[in-house]
């Protein structure tokens, strides 16, 4: 039987510290869903197709070796999404210890909802301070964010040459 886990995350957008987990991820099981979960309540830089597409693109232009399937999920529990798609995992990043207390209660409701395991994957120490928030705010006062983010990205939040 193959072994299914799901990387989850808002991915707005996916920095080199995702791109990392979902690599190290695919290390791990047979196939890996990546999956941009949309929250309709949070305004996002980048719509979720955008998201999606933005994830494809670099695990193809990053020659990400596994089986991805990269999707948009914004209807339901996330635990929905991972039993019609058999997965029993899912897997995430943990940075910091303020990481493991936001962490925790889901992977225990996750749990508790549908027997899904979270596991944490421990960052390279090359991406542990990388966040999606901070590379959003750099980008939105002209800083460079090409260090933290895939290439496809940085090109899109490029400062202005002008
Ligand atoms: O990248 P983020 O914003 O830290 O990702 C958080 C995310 C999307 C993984 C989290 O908000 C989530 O799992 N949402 C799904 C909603 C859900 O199923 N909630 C109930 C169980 S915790």
């Not at 190290?24 to 309709?40: C, K, L, M, Y």
């Not at 999606?52 to 596994?66: F, H, K, M, N, W």
Request: some cysteine; aromatic content about 6%.
């Amino acid at each position: 039987m193959s072994r299914i886990a799901v990387v989850p995350g808002s991915f707005d957008p996916i920095t080199l510290g995702h791109l990392d987990v979902i690599e190290r991820a695919a290390r791990i099981f047979d196939q890996i869903h990546v999956v941009v979960v949309h929250n309709p309540d949070k305004s996002a830089l980048f719509p979720a197709a955008q998201r999606v597409q933005l994830i494809q693109d670099a695990l193809a232009e990053a020659r990400v070796p596994g089986d991805f399937v990269v999707a948009g999920w914004s209807v339901g529990l996330l635990v929905d999404y991972c039993k019609d798609v058999g997965a029993t995992v899912l897997v995430k990043g943990i940075r910091s210890q303020v990481d493991v207390a936001y962490e925790t209660p889901m992977a225990i409701m996750n749990r508790s909802l549908a027997g899904v395991e979270t596991i944490f994957l421990l960052p390279d120490p090359a991406h542990a301070l990388v966040s999606s928030s901070l590379v959003r705010q750099v980008a939105s006062l002209g800083g460079d964010v090409s260090p933290y983010v895939p290439r496809n990205v940085a090109e899109l939040l490029k400062p202005n040459d002008v």
